[in-house]
């Protein structure tokens, strides 16, 4: 049911864009059929600021936010450079940020410093399109590499010599008399 009223409101959005309704049903299509496969949670941010916005102090704001709300257990954002003005439709910026399960994204959505900061940042968007969805992992990251082992300890240096002993004049037979 959640996914079909998802389904519904994307269409509304995009209703004149085919290729973006084959792109949502497909997304669709791959939560729904991986449902069982899902491990964490992802809550995507994609928005077009108004204009006279300074985008880096928001940004500051938000990588605060996410610091001291502990559920959030990733945060990324990007700004598109590449993408033409037909096909991104004004957006200007990406943010998503990860959680270990839709309860722990409830709970960050009801956390009083979201729900302050989500006021600041209605304020200074223009246009905003939110997705809130299991995350199916169809590749994962390659395997970091290993760690080399570390140096071998350096070879003992060998012993110094002992210092010569000094004589004691006590000990020093007495000069001879003339």
Same mark, same amino acid.
Do not use: N, Y
């Given at each position: 049911?959640?996914?079909?009223?998802?389904?519904?409101?994307?269409?509304?959005?995009?209703?004149?864009?085919?290729?973006?309704?084959? =792109?949502?049903?497909? &997304?669709?299509?791959?939560?729904?059929? %991986?449902?069982?496969?899902?491990?964490?949670?992802?809550?995507?941010?994609?928005?077009?600021?108004?204009?006279? &916005? &300074?985008?880096?102090?928001?940004?500051?704001?938000?990588?605060?936010?996410?610091?001291?709300?502990?559920? &959030?257990?990733?945060?990324?954002?990007?700004?598109?450079?590449?993408?033409?003005?037909?096909?991104?439709?004004?957006?200007?910026?990406?943010? #998503? #940020?990860?959680?270990?399960?839709?309860?722990?994204?409830?709970?960050?959505?009801?956390?009083?410093? %979201?729900?302050?900061?989500? =006021?600041?940042?209605?304020?200074?968007?223009?246009?905003?399109?939110?997705?809130?969805? $299991?995350?199916?992992?169809?590749?994962?990251?390659?395997?970091?590499?290993?760690?080399?082992? $570390? $140096?071998?300890?350096?070879?003992?240096?060998?012993?110094?010599?002992? $210092?010569?002993?000094?004589?004691?004049?006590?000990?020093?037979?007495?000069?001879?008399?003339?």
């Amino acid at each position: 049911m959640i996914l079909k009223t998802c389904a519904q409101q994307l269409f509304s959005l995009f209703k004149w864009r085919s290729i973006c309704k084959s =792109a949502i049903c497909w &997304v669709l299509k791959m939560l729904h059929s %991986h449902s069982g496969a899902m491990a964490e949670f992802k809550h995507l941010v994609i928005a077009k600021f108004k204009e006279g &916005v &300074v985008v880096e102090e928001l940004l500051q704001g938000m990588e605060k936010l996410v610091s001291e709300i502990d559920v &959030v257990q990733s945060f990324e954002w990007g700004e598109d450079i590449e993408s033409k003005e037909m096909m991104r439709q004004g957006f200007t910026h990406a943010f #998503m #940020m990860t959680f270990k399960s839709k309860e722990e994204f409830t709970v960050f959505q009801t956390h009083p410093k %979201h729900a302050e900061f989500s =006021a600041t940042f209605s304020a200074v968007i223009d246009k905003v399109l939110l997705l809130d969805f $299991p995350s199916v992992l169809a590749k994962p990251p390659p395997a970091p590499a290993p760690s080399p082992p $570390p $140096p071998p300890p350096p070879p003992p240096s060998p012993p110094a010599p002992a $210092p010569a002993p000094t004589p004691d004049p006590a000990l020093a037979p007495a000069p001879a008399s003339a």
